[in-house]
């Protein structure tokens, strides 16, 4: 069975920091990864996808990584800014999208201005 | 384009009642899926439709289902409601089904159940 687990749970930074979040896999067998980012009492965002065969995804000042023999993957923040603030969610699709995602209890990020 | 829509956005029920959520995916998507997020098990999946049929369903009692309709709007139903029931419901939807495509999200569903 799939487990995702995600580390820090929360973290705290000031302004203008570049930040890692990271993600970690049981199980290699993924079809892809994708981060997303909840804000309080909403639904979820999508941020980057990166599929199996890939090994990073940018966008903005975000940066994917992904490392699928050692079950890692890596979400970079740049230059940090108090809208950043959020739970950032990583998610695995293990099942060739008919399996659901299985997703990490998530990183609680607040940027302090 | 219009996003994922779901409807109510919040519910309060009382245990024992029964209660349909509504999702309306992206135009053009085919595949909905459903999560149940709570603070103690974080995001689960509940079950996954793509052209009326459900192809899988996660680990929840039959007291939880679901179906998808031709124009790729879905439902789902929770009967005999408990007091644990009392989580936001998301669905996803996405292009195909398929892992190539993204899920996106909609605002989800508030339920309390009292």
């Known amino acids: 069975k799939q487990e995702v687990t995600q580390i820090p749970a929360a973290l705290s930074v000031p302004e203008g920091e570049n930040l890692v979040l990271n993600c970690s896999f049981t199980?290699?067998?993924?079809?892809?990864l994708q981060w997303f980012r909840q804000d309080p009492g909403k639904g979820l965002t999508s941020l980057l996808l990166?599929?199996?065969?890939?090994r990073e995804q940018t966008s903005g000042r975000l940066n994917a990584s992904l490392d699928k023999s050692s079950g890692r993957s890596t979400l970079y923040i740049a230059a940090s800014q108090p809208g950043d603030s959020a739970t950032y969610l990583c998610a695995v699709d293990s099942g060739g999208g008919a399996d659901g995602l299985t997703f990490g209890k998530g990183t609680h990020l607040i940027i302090q201005p | 384009k219009a996003g994922v829509t779901q409807t109510p956005r919040y519910l309060i029920k009382t245990r024992g009642q029964q209660v349909t959520l509504s999702c309306s995916p992206i135009s053009g998507h085919r595949s909905v899926s459903w999560y149940q997020q709570t603070p103690g098990q974080g995001l689960q999946f509940l079950f996954e439709?793509?052209?009326?049929?459900?192809?899988n369903k996660g680990n929840f009692p039959g007291r939880f289902s679901g179906r998808q309709f031709s124009n790729s709007r879905s439902e789902m139903n929770v009967s005999t409601l408990e007091l644990g029931d009392s989580a936001l419901y998301l669905c996803?939807?996405?292009?195909?089904?398929?892992?190539?495509?993204?899920?996106?999200f909609g605002p989800g569903t508030r339920l309390t159940v009292t």
């Open positions: 990166i599929q199996s065969s890939q």
């Open positions: 439709y793509f052209s009326e049929t459900q192809r």
């Open positions: 199980d290699s067998a993924i079809y892809n």
């Open positions: 996803a939807s996405s292009l195909a089904g398929t892992s190539m495509y993204e899920q996106y």
